[in-house]
């Protein structure tokens, strides 16, 4: 079962802030293939202590299908228990934060 949850949209914020990080270019995305681990930002509709709203989630992809992907999550998460590593997630191109080497995992 894939387990629904909310992801940032990282192309519009970068839009919306220029040069406060890069993410890959739709070239990178466009060779993604079953195994590569993606870096994506996981929105938990509250505010930690820190301030933040989001949190950081690495995935493995398991499946591509234009510009969707299925994934299984590898890290564990802190504010929300309804996920944890193992479950299969759904997200698109725009939610790439970064695409990671087998090194970063």
Same mark, same amino acid.
């Given at each position: 079962?894939?387990?629904?949850?909310?992801?940032?949209?990282?192309?519009?914020?970068?839009?919306?802030?220029?040069?406060?990080?890069?993410?890959?270019a739709?070239?990178?995305?466009?060779?993604?293939?079953?195994? +590569?681990?993606?870096?994506?930002?996981f929105?938990?509709?509250?505010?930690?202590t820190?301030?933040?709203?989001?949190?950081?989630?690495?995935?493995?992809?398991?499946?591509?299908?234009?510009?969707?992907?299925?994934?299984?999550?590898?890290?564990?998460?802190?504010?929300?228990? +309804?996920?944890?590593?193992?479950?299969?997630?759904?997200?698109?191109?725009?939610?790439?934060?970064?695409?990671?080497?087998?090194?970063?995992?």
């Open positions: 079962m894939t387990t629904s949850i909310q992801f940032e949209n990282v192309s519009a914020i970068l839009a919306e802030n220029p040069g406060v990080f890069s993410k890959p739709a070239e990178e995305l466009s060779r993604l293939t079953y195994g +590569d681990t993606v870096c994506l930002f929105v938990y509709g509250f505010s930690s820190s301030g933040r709203k989001a949190e950081r989630l690495m995935a493995r992809v398991t499946a591509v299908e234009a510009h969707q992907f299925k994934g299984v999550l590898l890290s564990p998460t802190r504010h929300i228990q +309804d996920i944890q590593p193992g479950d299969e997630i759904t997200f698109s191109g725009e939610h790439i934060a970064a695409v990671l080497a087998a090194s970063h995992c």
